[in-house]
């Protein structure tokens, strides 16, 4: 069975930091491309960044570029979202995923999800 299990959200102030964690049983983050999504309140769900298989390519949304880094440990099935410079419009459930088929940027393309952490940026 594939689970990805998101961690690390919290409440943080404007302009600090956070780091999440997204879990995967087996060897499916040594396998696929893993992405980022993020879905805020009455609002589409957004995607973040995606890494490839070994880490050597990633791509950002633009609301993030410059802010967000995305890496991965595949000894350890994890991939990491390091969150910067964080703004109030930062807020939401940030999910992970795996294994897109076709366009990364499309949340419909990914097979596998997370069931997301929260976010919370206050001003």
């Known amino acids: 069975q594939v689970q990805l299990v998101e961690s690390g959200g919290g409440l943080v102030q404007a302009g600090g930091s956070l780091r999440l964690s997204c879990a995967a049983s087996g060897r499916i983050v040594s396998t696929y491309p893993m992405g980022w999504f993020r879905q805020a309140p009455g609002k589409e769900r957004e995607f973040v960044g995606v890494?490839?298989?070994?880490?050597?390519?990633?791509y950002y949304g633009d609301s993030v570029k410059g802010r967000f880094t995305i890496s991965r440990d595949n000894a350890k099935n994890t991939v990491f979202l390091q969150m910067n410079s964080l703004k109030p419009e930062d807020t939401a459930v940030y999910y992970c995923?795996?294994?897109?088929?076709?366009?990364?940027?499309?949340?419909?393309?990914?097979?596998?999800w997370g069931r997301g952490t929260q976010v919370t940026v206050s001003s």
């Open positions: 890494i490839g298989m070994s880490g050597g390519t990633v």
């Open positions: 995923a795996a294994d897109p088929d076709g366009s990364y940027r499309d949340p419909e393309a990914f097979n596998y």
